[in-house]
């Protein structure tokens, strides 16, 4: 599994995040296998050489995201069963963004966890900070109670759920405010940066994305379009925890960074799967 996690840290941009985001948009909707071929020609797409994308795909496959697979003597790829369950996950979480209210409920993690295990203690830290747990205290975190069943997941996986107390609670009682509270469990100017730039992507010059009333054409470039614009976004639903308005500050930029990227979902999913069933062949929804 952590390899699998590694995947994220790709850059968005890089060659490595925009294949493995072709591929969880459209490696199981094309019946779970694709040819190498196939994935060179929507790479293409994208800007990038046959060459540096077979480069990709060997880091995908050391990162235990895809496996080789020949079928009727053509080379493809399939997704590994841990790969298949995450890209499973970020599209819960990368279509259907966090929006907590100021009565739900919120999960509390406390552990420890000796000197003997800290790699384990690392991972852990590490795996709850990409799920957008906030840190209390050193072995005390606190995430949106939407999110137990993934910090269950991911203290059975490390083996370390013996060494854990998992509560469920109401809005915390903090001595000062919950916005300054807030401000140290997360970083939260990392992630308002995260949604700017996104927002600069979408507006930014020379790099506009057109967002018409009346949808666009299937093509190359609005497959590239859309692909570019999922690949920046993908990682800001994991890191934003989705807090409540009473956590954050009044220039929070979350509400206008998700609008934004559900016009551009209304508008390019569709075209930009047409144009990969017509690369492809085969039925894409």
């Known amino acids: 599994m952590s390899a699998v996690l590694d995947d994220m840290d790709s850059r968005p941009g890089s060659t490595t995040s925009l294949l493995r985001t072709v591929i969880g948009l459209y490696l199981r909707d094309a019946g779970g296998w694709m040819a190498g071929r196939d994935m060179v020609s929507l790479m293409e797409a994208l800007g990038t050489s046959a060459t540096v994308t077979r480069t990709a795909l060997g880091r995908l496959r050391k990162k235990d995201v895809v496996r080789q697979e020949n079928r009727d003597g053509v080379a493809g790829f399939t997704l590994t069963a841990g790969a298949a369950a995450m890209l499973a996950r ?41 799920i957008g747990c906030g840190t209390v205290a050193a072995g005390l975190w606190i995430c949106p109670d939407t999110l137990r069943g993934e910090v269950e997941e991911i203290l059975v996986d490390l083996d370390l759920r013996d060494m854990a107390t998992v509560f469920v609670t109401r809005t915390p009682m903090v001595g000062g405010s919950l916005r300054d509270a807030a401000a140290k469990w997360w970083d939260l100017d990392v992630v308002a940066g995260l949604h700017r730039d996104f927002i600069d992507f979408i507006h930014g010059q020379g790099a506009a994305v057109p967002l018409p009333d ?25 890191l934003d925890p989705g807090l409540p308005g009473s956590f954050l500050p009044d220039d929070w930029p979350g509400a206008e960074g998700t609008a934004l990227f559900s016009r551009i979902v209304d508008a390019y999913a569709g075209p930009s799967a047409e144009y990969v069933r017509s690369t492809l062949g085969v039925a894409v929804p």
Request: proline share 6%; glycine share 4%; hydrophobic share 30%.
């Open 90 to 130: 970020g599209d819960r979480r990368i279509f259907t963004p966090r929006s907590m209210s100021d009565s739900d409920p919120w999960c509390l993690v406390s552990f420890s966890i000796p000197e003997t295990e800290r790699e384990k203690r690392h991972q852990l830290r590490r795996r709850l900070h990409w």
């Open 214 to 238: 009346d949808g666009v054409e299937a093509s190359a470039s609005s497959f590239a379009t859309y692909v570019q614009c999922i690949d920046r976004w993908r990682v800001i639903p994991y």
